[in-house]
């Protein structure tokens, strides 16, 4: 059986391929066959060394896998071989606030992730995949979906007709789109790219604004909003739409905050904070609760999340390549066809 490994040094050229032999199964492990991979910007900055945390050399990399499920442990009683399952972002983060989470382990990072023929992981980690839900799709949900889920409607509990800010058109921002739009809430979405905001519009977004030919954006959504602000923002620019996202809200509006494809550094004045009673709310994706709600959402309202392009599992470094780019619109997944 084959993984794939970061290198010694960083970078996509550098990973490497080894072989590996399963573990033993625990009580509680499930061995699962991975037949689909979906890309987050989290695993391309840990491929390339720029993640927050370094991780060593031999570390199987993305969080976002599903499969088949090919054996289980003794004292499994949720899964059985035959089933599709999906594996949780956080493994021991079962529901609940994170603080309150059993030594909670991010897959791709702090423990080896998905980029593998097989992986061992204990089934509260895992998720059954509703029968509408391709693997494809499913793969896709794990990381961006769940953050977008844990912003939108754990934290911040929308409602039909509030307004929300959401900023880009990658996988974060295309899961909180569907998801506002399937709460009956209205959008405004930024973009750098003109045909790419049309796309969104036809997927609902009900204005959209060019960032790089608006600056001024936080005065454009002010002004759709009749004066009054968004409800929420989905803050994924970090230092480079902080601070205007504190000017798009309303009095008590709340701001998500996720990404950060703006920069990492910058300066916050909280005045702004105070100033509009600013709810502001970190994300860090969010527990198997989560997702297990968000797949029973899309299932019931037949609803696909936003795949860009699905390569073949083989093709996987032109996969990372198009994905490093910027291009893409949702998500882009590799899969064994
Ligand atoms: N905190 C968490 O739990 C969590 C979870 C998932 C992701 N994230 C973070 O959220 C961000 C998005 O992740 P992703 O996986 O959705 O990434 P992605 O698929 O690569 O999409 C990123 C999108 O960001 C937009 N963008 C780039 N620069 C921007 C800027 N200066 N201002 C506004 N938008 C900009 C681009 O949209 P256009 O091409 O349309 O301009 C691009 O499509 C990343 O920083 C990621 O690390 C955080």
């Known amino acids: 059986m084959k993984k794939t490994i970061l290198g ?33 910007y989290r695993d391309l900055e840990i491929i390339n060394g720029i993640y927050s945390e370094a991780f060593q050399p031999g570390l199987v990399p993305f969080s976002d ?24 972002f956080w493994q021991s983060w079962a529901s609940g606030e994170l603080k309150y989470a059993r030594s909670p382990k991010a897959l791709g990072g702090h423990r080896d992730g998905v980029l593998s023929d097989y992986t061992v992981l204990d089934e509260s980690g895992l998720v059954k995949i509703p029968d509408e ?18 912003a939108l409607v754990v934290k911040g509990q929308i409602k039909a007709g509030e307004w929300v800010l959401i900023q880009g058109t990658g996988g974060v921002s295309t899961f909180a789109l569907q998801i506002a ?49 968004v409800d929420h923002v989905v803050e994924t620019g970090g230092p480079s739409t902080f601070e205007k996202s504190l000017k798009s809200i309303r009095m008590g509006g709340q701001v998500y905050v996720i990404g950060y494809k703006g920069g990492k550094g910058g300066d916050i004045n ?18 198997t609760s989560s997702l297990t709600q968000i797949l029973n959402a899309y299932q019931a309202l037949r609803q ?19 994905f490093s780019t910027g291009e893409h619109i949702g998500k882009v997944v590799i899969e064994k066809r």
Not at 14 to 35: H, M, R, S, W, Y
Not at 137 to 148: D, I, L, N, Q, S
Not at 313 to 322: C, M, P, Q
């Open 8 to 40: 010694f040094q960083p970078g996509i050229a550098n990973l490497q391929v080894a072989d590996f032999e399963t573990p033993p199964l625990g009580a509680n492990d499930v061995l699962i066959k991975i037949q689909a991979v979906s890309f987050n």
């Open 65 to 88: 896998g599903a499969g088949e499920v090919i054996e289980v442990g003794e004292g499994v009683s949720l899964l059985q071989p035959g089933d599709r399952v999906v594996t949780s």
């Open 133 to 150: 839900i391709s693997l494809a799709e499913a793969a896709t949900f794990p990381c961006a979906g769940v953050t977008a889920w844990q």
């Open 181 to 229: 739009k399937m709460h009956g809430a209205r959008t405004i979405l930024l973009s750098s790219s003109d045909k790419k905001r049309a796309s969104m519009e036809k997927m609902g977004a009900d204005h959209t604004i060019n960032y790089i030919d608006c600056p001024d954006w936080e005065t454009a959504v002010r002004d759709f909003t009749n004066g009054i602000g």
């Open 270 to 287: 909280p005045l702004l904070i105070l100033a509009n009673q600013a709810e502001v709310k970190a994300i860090g994706v969010g527990p």
């Open 304 to 322: 696909p999340p936003v795949v860009d392009k699905i390569y073949d599992w083989g093709d996987f470094a032109e996969a990372l390549e198009y």
